[in-house]
């Protein structure tokens, strides 16, 4: 099963980096978010990545073209340019890195990825947020319904939106009036996608803004409720949290 991780996005504000680097591409704990990110995924078996980049998306292309250089340690003859690698050390993954768009919404960057899914369902995660979802019982519990979507939410961080979820575990509304409390859910950014709901992503949907109220609306996005860690990478607040854990 493919793993889209949008990557996309604008330059990282967190990074003391001045040229600017993709947000994925801050290091925690001198790896890259998206290296945790791929981690946690590869750790319940899924390998196969499609990266959907846009903001200096070379700087993904190359990271993962000298992947097993980064890794392993090196004897470089520089009389005669030729690299000799120790101990190499990589991973069981297949990555593919899409150049999406420089300003291409989260919906299109979906979208674009429609001729590389072959199964009925795939995994859409962005690619700033660090969880410990168990991604096996995610995948097993959206074969269990016939959502085109099923997202998982996760207790809020303090500034993330609040979801109305009806008892049946399907959600009502991305916009909810609902008053923040200990049983508060919000978006995961971590979700099982049915192939069909490419038929919906055919504009510059925002995933957030217009797809997820829309089909939330048709009583088509499943809820899958995660009590444990789940952290936004916003702010450099957040990557000194992580980085003291």
Avoid at 25 to 31: A, S
Avoid at 78 to 106: C, Q
Wanted: charged share 25%.
């Amino acid at each position: 099963m493919k793993v889209i991780i949008l990557a996309g996005g604008s330059r990282s504000t967190i990074s003391d980096d001045r040229e600017g680097i993709p947000k994925p591409m801050v290091e925690i704990g001198e790896k890259p978010l998206l290296w945790h990110i791929m981690k946690q995924y590869s750790h319940f078996g899924f390998h196969d990545f499609l990266i959907c980049g846009g903001y200096k998306v070379n700087t993904i292309k190359n990271y993962f073209r000298d992947y097993y250089i980064y890794q392993s340690d090196i004897t470089v003859n520089l009389a005669t340019n030729h690299i000799e690698i120790h101990r190499k050390v990589t991973e069981d993954w297949k990555v593919t890195v899409m150049d999406t768009g420089l300003y291409a919404t989260t919906g299109q960057r979906v979208s674009r990825t429609q001729k590389y899914i072959d199964d009925d369902m795939f995994l859409v995660t962005y690619g700033d947020c660090i969880s410990n979802i168990d991604v096996d019982e995610l995948v097993r519990f959206a074969e269990r319904n016939d959502k085109l979507i099923t997202m998982a939410v996760a207790r809020p961080t303090g500034r993330n939106a609040v979801l109305a979820i009806g008892e049946d575990d399907v959600l009502e509304s991305m916009n909810s009036t609902v008053a923040r409390d200990e049983s508060s859910w919000t978006n995961a950014c971590t979700f099982v996608f049915r192939k069909k709901v490419f038929n919906y992503l055919n504009g510059n949907y925002e995933l957030d803004k217009q797809l997820f109220p829309e089909l939330s609306g048709k009583g088509q996005i499943a809820v899958y409720r995660h009590d444990g860690f789940w952290c936004p990478v916003e702010t450099m607040r957040d990557k000194v949290d992580l980085e003291s854990r």
